[in-house]
């Protein structure tokens, strides 16, 4: 168990939709990571945020938002969904502002799939 | 070309072989890290190195810097074994994780 919750595991919805995804990171850990993994992608960073900041974006679409609130649990927000958005989302903590100083732990993610 | 490249990309082994999967990169890193991905979809890191050699049970890791080169071992594969494993790489020029695209390993009984 890494200690990482998140939720719902499953989501499915219509296409001009909005979704919130939702993670609670390990205890003591402050950095929250946001992830998308689709079957002709891969996995890709979205955005990181630590101890309440926005600290890193990568290929998040502007249709995509997310925060961090001060019990540090994080939600990513999903709007206008497009039937390319049917995914697993991935949340990972770790303790530290950068990932390379202390080891990722990975949620069990949501699969969402947009019909 | 993708920043960070693995091989092989599938792998079928016997149980008990000796398993290596290589991962090589192009840009600079300050980290990289292993992941096993199990059938299910859930993700566990194995391991973070920056440099040398790591071992956890039958799994070590090793990474040349130099070289731009990593590799995972299994000993004594086992069907349990079965997963995607994935590089990661934490590029100098940022706080985020580049990935491969994974190497499915099957190990038969």
């Known amino acids: 168990d890494s200690g990482v919750t998140q939720t719902p595991k499953h989501l499915i919805t219509a296409t001009g939709q909005r979704v919130t995804l939702r993670c609670s990171p390990r205890?003591?850990?402050?950095?929250v990571y946001w992830y998308q993994q689709s079957l002709d992608q891969g996995l890709q960073f979205l955005i990181q945020?630590?101890?309440?900041?926005?600290?890193a974006k990568g290929n998040i679409l502007e249709r995509f938002s997310a925060q961090q609130f001060p019990d540090l649990h994080s939600e990513l927000n999903l709007s206008s969904l497009e039937l390319g958005d049917s995914a697993l989302y991935f949340c990972?903590?770790?303790?530290?502002?950068?990932?390379?100083?202390?080891?990722?732990?990975f949620g069990n993610g949501t699969r969402l799939t947009v019909t | 070309k993708n920043e960070v490249e693995q091989s092989p990309q599938n792998l079928t082994a016997q149980e008990g072989e000796f398993i290596t999967i290589n991962c090589s990169y192009s840009?600079?890193?300050?980290?990289l890290h292993w992941l096993q991905q199990h059938p299910g979809g859930g993700i566990v890191s194995l391991f973070m190195?920056?440099?040398g050699k790591k071992k956890h049970g039958r799994l070590i890791a090793t990474i040349n810097i130099q070289e731009k080169h990593s590799s995972l071992h299994i000993t004594a594969s086992h069907p349990r074994d079965s997963a995607v494993y994935i590089c990661?790489?934490?590029?100098?020029?940022?706080?985020?994780?580049?990935f491969g695209e994974g190497t499915q390993l099957t190990v038969n009984p």
């Open positions: 990972a903590s770790s303790r530290t502002v950068d990932p390379y100083n202390s080891p990722l732990h």
């Open positions: 205890s003591g850990d402050l950095s």
């Open positions: 945020y630590y101890n309440g900041e926005e600290r």
């Open positions: 840009v600079g890193i300050s980290a």
């Open positions: 190195l920056s440099s």
């Open positions: 990661a790489v934490v590029t100098t020029s940022g706080s985020r994780l580049t």
